[in-house]
């Protein structure tokens, strides 16, 4: 059983930034990807992120791109989104999940295992 937390969020002034972290535990994957995927209300989950665990190679949604950035500690089996410059549109519940497979997913079905999500909001 894989677990995910998600810790970091909270509120900050437009064009500041922000921290999240994902802890990871519980049984591995031979491979996967781990994604960050964001939710506003009354709007769909939306891809932020992803990460892959063969090669490292990083994806990034449209609207976050040159703004945030995805990593991975493998010694604290932590995913982390560094995101700066937010902007009020940022503001949503923040998940990470992780997938079996070698390549990152933009689609939320293709993920096995999610995390409870954290609040990011950015005021104006």
């Known amino acids: 059983q894989v677990q995910l937390v998600e810790s970091g969020g909270g509120l900050v002034q437009a064009g500041g930034s922000l921290s999240l972290s994902c802890a990871v535990s519980?049984?591995?994957?031979?491979?996967?990807?781990e994604s960050w995927f964001r939710q506003a209300p009354g709007k769909e989950r939306e891809f932020v992120a992803g990460i892959t665990s063969r090669q490292g190679m990083k994806y990034y949604g449209d609207s976050v791109r040159g703004r945030f950035t995805i990593s991975r500690d493998n010694a604290k089996n932590t995913v982390y989104l560094q995101m700066d410059n937010l902007k009020p549109e940022d503001t949503a519940v923040y998940y990470c999940?992780?997938?079996?497979?070698?390549?990152?997913?933009?689609?939320?079905?293709?993920?096995?295992?999610w995390g409870q999500g954290t609040q990011v909001t950015v005021s104006s």
């Open positions: 999940a992780k997938k079996t497979g070698v390549v990152v997913s933009r689609q939320p079905p293709d993920y096995r295992n």
């Open positions: 519980g049984q591995n994957f031979a491979t996967y990807a």
